[in-house]
Structure formats: C-alpha cells, structure tokens
C-alpha cells in the first residue's frame, strides 16, 4: 500500500488519486529492488544496465502521457513525481527515460501523424524499440534555434540528411533516432526519425565522463542518410515545434532534479544519525541540522513550484517561460542542496558507497541539459521583459 514519502514534507502526493498512488508503489518498489541495489556498481563502470529497460516499461513508467500508450487517466502531477522517484534513486536510469519517453515519444507525439504516432509510440513505450533525441550538435548548443549545421535536402520522395550530433542520450543502443535539421530550401528546421541502421549513420559513445556515468551519450555524423518522407515528422514545421516538446521535458527536468536533491538529502539524514562526533550523533549538532533544514526547504519550494507548472499544463495554461522557470530555478536549488547534503557527510560524502557522492555528480549534467540555466532565465527574461537577449 502506498506509504507518503517523508522528504515530501508538505504532502504534495496527497494530490494524486489513488491509482497514481498504486503507481507510485509499484514504481517505487521495482526501484528498490532493481535499481538502487544496482546504480553506483553501473555508474562506475560507466555500463547501461540494459536487462532493466523492459521490465521498467512494463510497470506504468513507459506510458504516462499518450493517448495510443496510457493505462489509465493521469495528471501531469503523477507523471513529475513519478520522474522524481526515477531520480531519487537513480539519474541515469531517469535520463534514459526522458530521452525515451519524453524526448522521442514527446516528438512524436506533438509533432508526429496520427499515422507516425499509431506506428511508432506502442512500441517505444514497451521498450521492444530504443529512441534517442538528436538536436545538439558539436559547433550548436544553447543556440541551436537557429545554429543548426545539419541539413536536410528533398530528393523525390526522399530526405538526405548530413551533419553531426553531439551529446545524444541512448543514441549508442537506440533503434531510432529523431534527427533535427535545417531544410535546405526554406531554411526551417525539421524532425526526422532515423532508424539507426540507415547506411551513413554512426553513434560513437562520448566517454569519461564525470556526471551521468551510466547512461550512454554519442557522438553522430550523418552522411548522407536518406529516409523517407513518410519518416519526416508531419507536424514540425519550424523550430518553435521543437520547442512545445522541450517544454514539457523541460518540467521532467525541473521534477528530477528534486529527485537528485531528495536522493542526496535521504542519504545524508540517515548518514548523520549514524555518525557520532563529539560525543553523539552528528545529526544532534545545530549546524547540521541547518544544512539538513536548507535541503528541505529547498527541495519543498522546488516541488510546490513543479506541481504548479504541471497542474498549469492539465489547466492548458503553462507557457515555455514557466518550464523554463522551473527548469532554471530546481536546478540551481539541486545543484546546492546536494553540495549541503555531501558536505554533512564530511569525507565520506565523496565515497559513492555512502550514498551523496553519486547524485552530487549527476546534478551537473541535469543542470545544464535541457537547456542550461542561463538560457532558461533568458527565455523567462524575455517573457517579463518583451525583450530577447539572445537573438
Ligand atoms: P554552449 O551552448 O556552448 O554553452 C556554454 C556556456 O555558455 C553555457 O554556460 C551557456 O549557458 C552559455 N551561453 C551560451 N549562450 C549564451 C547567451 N546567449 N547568454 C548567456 N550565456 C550563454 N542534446 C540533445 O540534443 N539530445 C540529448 O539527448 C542530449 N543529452 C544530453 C546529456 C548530457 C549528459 C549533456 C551534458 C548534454 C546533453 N544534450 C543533449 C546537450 C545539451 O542540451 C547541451 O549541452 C546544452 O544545451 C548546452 O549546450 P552546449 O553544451 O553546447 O553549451
């Protein structure tokens, strides 16, 4: 049965009706029982633990949002905490489901046919077929509205794409990948899906990396890639269509990083209750119940701000600046709140098997994915101001 969370200190899962609820349980214990025993070893090793993919879509992780994929009726709300639990114990394996299920199941779903979305979601949300989500490239980051290098040339009843991606998330396993690029005629930038067998496409893993260990990024080069116009997402006519999917992943984000921020939180309190200084539990000192405190709070206000922004897309109502608000604001929070977290744990707060260490790494990668927290404020600084400072 379904137990409250205690880091959710103002009960915001009490907004959720009780088949979420159940949700939340059966997403929770799988979990514990399959992740978390799991994520540091994987980390290190910087390896993708492939065996938990279908089984985690089996639960109701893989099909919250869609019409052709749901199980049942759901909130916005449900889905944010459901990414938060994911974070809570693991960003890497949570990454992986965005790009799956946000990233490529969200361009497909907004910017696909009825046709592309009947195809192409069941069975991405069952996980028989990978996704990946290629927009960033090596010489176009935060102005990839209009920096994209990748082109996109008709020929007949063909595509031919050339270019390169860098940073793609599950793009060294994935089947498909969405392929962002600038038609060559009208200069609009469009979405392809690109089965990743296609002769001229190559996914070379990024590798060493200090954030994110477990979930794979790549390298692409497109060269001469030809798909069908059939595989041209019908409904992505210009980059403001890229944008209506990075909003709502951009609110998947905002929620994983309370994740992060709870994963080290938890570890640290349980850590300090244990750990006796001078005499008696460290978690009896006044300091550290501040930097406790400070965690909480900054992981309260974070979650109110999310569960506004998602029940304000239900309402209809959530614009790119409130995403982006929200992205830009519980990432900064995350980015202290797991510093305060590892810096309660003194010295072992660095060692992965205390539990702070990894989620203190992960924050950088979700602090600058998705748009780095200058961009986000820019976008909102261009919603209260009138003005655009980044065109
Ligand atoms: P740059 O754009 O080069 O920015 C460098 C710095 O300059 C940043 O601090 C930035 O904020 C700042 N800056 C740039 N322009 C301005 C400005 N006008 N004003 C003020 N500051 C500015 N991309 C995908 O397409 N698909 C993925 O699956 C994907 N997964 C990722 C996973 C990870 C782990 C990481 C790290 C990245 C991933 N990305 C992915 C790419 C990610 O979205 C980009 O890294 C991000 O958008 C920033 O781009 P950049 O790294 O090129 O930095």
Redesign the pocket.
């Known amino acids: 049965s379904f137990e409250p969370l205690a880091s959710d200190f103002l009960g915001f899962e009490t907004l959720l009706s009780d088949r979420e609820k159940e949700s939340i349980t059966e997403i929770r214990a799988f979990l514990e029982e399959h992740v978390r025993p799991i994520a540091d070893d994987y980390w290190e090793r910087g390896e993708f633990p492939h065996q938990i993919v279908e089984p985690l879509m089996a639960t109701d992780v893989g099909r919250f949002a869609w019409a052709e994929t749901t199980p049942f009726e759901n909130s916005a709300v449900f889905r944010g905490l459901a990414s938060m639990e994911l974070s809570r114990v693991d960003a890497s394996v949570s990454t992986f489901v965005g ?1 799956q299920e946000g ?1 490529t199941m969200g361009s497909i779903a907004v910017c696909g046919s009825e046709e592309q979305r009947a195809e192409w979601l069941p069975r991405l949300a069952s996980g028989e077929i990978i996704g ?5 490239e090596p010489l176009s ?3 990839s509205a209009q920096g994209l290098r990748t082109t996109a040339r008709r020929d007949g009843d063909s595509w031919v794409l050339d270019g390169a991606k860098r ?3 599950n793009a060294t396993f994935s089947d498909i990948t969405i392929i962002w690029a600038k038609d060559v005629e009208d200069s609009q930038v469009k979405g392809f899906i690109v089965p990743t067998s296609t002769p001229g496409y190559s996914a070379t893993p990024i590798q060493r990396k200090i ?2 260990r477990a979930v794979q ?1 790549a390298d692409i080069v497109l060269d001469g890639v030809v798909v069908p116009e059939s595989h041209r997402l019908q409904n992505a006519n210009s980059f403001r269509d890229t944008a209506k999917v990075l909003r709502l992943t951009r609110t998947g984000v905002a929620w994983s990083s309370v994740g992060v921020s709870i994963g080290a939180y938890e570890a640290a309190l349980a850590y300090a209750k244990e750990r006796v200084q001078f005499g008696k539990p460290i978690a009896s000192h006044q300091l550290i119940q501040d930097l406790l405190s400070k965690c909480l709070g900054n992981i309260t206000a974070s979650m109110a701000m999310c569960v506004r922004v998602s029940q304000m897309h239900d309402e209809g109502t959530q614009r790119d600046e409130h995403s982006s608000l929200a992205k830009a604001y519980c990432t900064a929070r995350m980015r202290e709140t797991v510093a305060w977290a590892r810096e309660a744990m003194g010295g072992n707060g660095i060692v992965l098997d205390y539990g702070a260490a990894r989620f203190f790494a992960d924050a950088e ?1 979700l602090y ?5 927290r ?2 986000n404020a ?1 976008i909102v600084g261009r919603a209260i101001t009138g003005s655009a400072a ?1 065109v």
């Open positions: 790009v990233l990946a989500f290629g927009l960033t980051g935060s102005d940073w793609i998330g954030s994110l990024n990668a600058s994915y998705e748009g780095t200058e961009m820019l980044f």
